[in-house]
Nanobody
Framework: QVQLVESGGGLVQPGGSLRLSCAAS????????VGWFRQAPGKEREFVAA????????YYTDSVKGRFTISRDNAKNTVTLQMTSLKPEDTAVYYC?????????????????WGQGTQVTVSS
């Protein structure tokens, strides 16, 4: 089974940028579609972005299109979420998740493996 560890979260001012990384161990990440999800206090976990195994196809929720970019490096077993023009409403714990042989779904239930999350806070 693959294990996932997120990093790169922190406190940033509105309009700023952050780069989140998801590092995998235990199994090659190239067999998995990978998604990023986020959960704000008192809210359900929501889809942010996903990338298929080869990295050719990517998917985003409408609120982050044009601001966030998901990418992967299968040789390094990592997936990255580059976040720009951050807004206070982007504040949440961000999780990466892996779906074996998946298609990059936005459905949280499709993902079998999850990281522990990294906090992103956008505030002045």
């Amino acid at each position: 089974q693959v294990q996932l560890v997120e990093s790169g979260g922190g406190l940033v001012q509105p309009g700023g940028s952050l780069r989140l990384s998801c590092a995998a161990s235990g199994r090659t990440l190239s067999s998995y579609a990978v998604g990023w999800f986020r959960q704000a206090p008192g809210k359900e976990r929501e889809f942010v972005a996903a990338i298929r195994r080869t990295g050719v196809s990517t998917y985003y929720t409408d609120s982050v299109k044009g601001r966030f970019t998901i990418s992967r490096d299968n040789a390094k077993n990592t997936v990255t979420l580059q976040m720009t023009s951050l807004k206070p409403e982007d504040t949440a714990v961000y999780y990466c998740a892996a779906d074996l042989y998946g298609l990059g779904s936005s459905d949280v239930h499709k993902y079998e493996r999850w990281g522990q999350g990294t906090q992103v806070t956008v505030s002045s």
